[in-house]
């Protein structure tokens, strides 16, 4: 379990990796989060710069500290604001309507004191979110979000989040107004996890079949002897793609074409 928010399991979304080194095992964001936890400019140090004497006395301290959610000691996330006394565990903060800003300083907000939209707008009666296309509650709250820009789309925090760890900073915006600037700054400060990465559907060249070109004969019946598969590079048995969708071919001789013929069209195309 992670040393400092006592979990095995926790939704890596919002705690991180799960790192371990020399005995010592936490997940990234619960060290980032956790109030007087001091880091080192190496990350090679301890556990990305977390040292261990450091942890060790982090935990020490989170067993005098009962989380505001779970009740639970062991707490070691404390309010932001000054003179709030508010602790909790990091998997608790979502439950329990916390607040946790995934930028540096990684500031923290009990449900007293989190931030909120500075809009005042609310959900016209039957508005549903523009991601899951459900229902959203008929005014703003921890749980229901709007674009600040064109005040039009409506979203489930959990929705939103699960977009952002999606598309990641590169790509996401709104799907309404395509806003990303204003969007994204807003999201930040209402708590939203967005990494710095790639979107996850261009993970394993995913799309990479998209760019390969059609390489087949698909006439009725192909009568070049090496096969559907094989082409030459000029003459009869070129193969020629349909020049509108390029999703069949054809060899010139398989479809009756001259060889001076340099366009063709498929049958759902013609």
């Given at each position: 379990?992670?040393?400092?928010?006592?979990?095995?399991?926790?939704?890596?979304?919002?705690?991180?990796?799960?790192?371990?080194?020399?005995?010592?095992?936490?997940?990234?964001?619960?060290?980032f989060f956790a109030t007087l936890l001091p880091r080192q400019e190496m990350d090679r140090v301890g556990l990305m710069g977390f040292l261990p004497r450091d942890l060790l006395?982090?935990?020490?301290?989170?067993?005098?500290?009962?989380?505001?959610?779970c009740g639970q000691s062991g707490a070691t996330i404390m309010c932001s604001v000054p003179e709030c006394d508010r602790w909790f565990h990091l998997p608790c903060a979502k439950?329990?309507?916390?607040?946790?800003?995934?930028?540096?300083?990684?500031?923290?907000?009990?449900?007293?004191?989190?931030?909120?939209?500075?809009?005042?707008?609310?959900?016209?009666?039957?508005?549903?979110?523009?991601?899951?296309?459900?229902?959203?509650?008929?005014?703003?709250?921890?749980?229901?979000?709007?674009?600040?820009?064109?005040?039009?789309?409506?979203?489930?925090?959990?929705?939103?989040?699960?977009q952002a760890m999606s598309a990641g900073l590169l790509c996401l915006k709104c799907p309404l107004c395509r806003d990303s600037e204003t969007f994204l700054v807003d999201l930040?400060?209402?708590?939203?996890?967005?990494?710095?990465?790639?979107?996850?559907?261009?993970?394993?060249?995913?799309?990479?079949?998209?760019?390969?070109?059609?390489?087949?004969?698909?006439?009725?019946?192909?009568?070049?002897?090496?096969?559907?598969?094989?082409?030459?590079?000029?003459?009869?048995?070129?193969?020629?793609?349909?020049?509108?969708?390029?999703?069949?071919?054809?060899?010139?001789?398989?479809?009756?074409?001259?060889?001076?013929?340099?366009?063709?069209?498929?049958?759902?195309?013609?």
């Amino acid at each position: 379990a992670c040393m400092l928010c006592r979990r095995a399991e926790a939704d890596p979304d919002m705690c991180g990796e799960k790192l371990e080194k020399g005995g010592l095992c936490a997940h990234v964001f619960c060290m980032f989060f956790a109030t007087l936890l001091p880091r080192q400019e190496m990350d090679r140090v301890g556990l990305m710069g977390f040292l261990p004497r450091d942890l060790l006395i982090a935990v020490r301290r989170a067993a005098q500290k009962y989380c505001c959610v779970c009740g639970q000691s062991g707490a070691t996330i404390m309010c932001s604001v000054p003179e709030c006394d508010r602790w909790f565990h990091l998997p608790c903060a979502k439950e329990g309507g916390c607040v946790n800003l995934y930028v540096t300083p990684f500031s923290s907000f009990c449900p007293e004191h989190r931030p909120e939209q500075e809009v005042e707008v609310t959900p016209e009666p039957d508005t549903i979110c523009s991601i899951c296309l459900e229902p959203v509650e008929d005014r703003m709250t921890f749980t229901t979000l709007v674009c600040p820009m064109c005040i039009r789309a409506w979203f489930h925090r959990d929705c939103i989040q699960g977009q952002a760890m999606s598309a990641g900073l590169l790509c996401l915006k709104c799907p309404l107004c395509r806003d990303s600037e204003t969007f994204l700054v807003d999201l930040f400060l209402l708590g939203i996890r967005i990494p710095f990465r790639l979107p996850t559907w261009e993970d394993n060249d995913a799309f990479a079949e998209l760019g390969v070109r059609h390489g087949q004969c698909n006439a009725r019946d192909c009568l070049y002897p090496g096969g559907r598969e094989e082409a030459e590079e000029e003459g009869p048995w070129q193969l020629l793609l349909c020049s509108s969708c390029a999703a069949e071919g054809t060899h010139r001789r398989c479809s009756g074409l001259r060889n001076s013929t340099d366009r063709w069209e498929c049958d759902t195309c013609a």
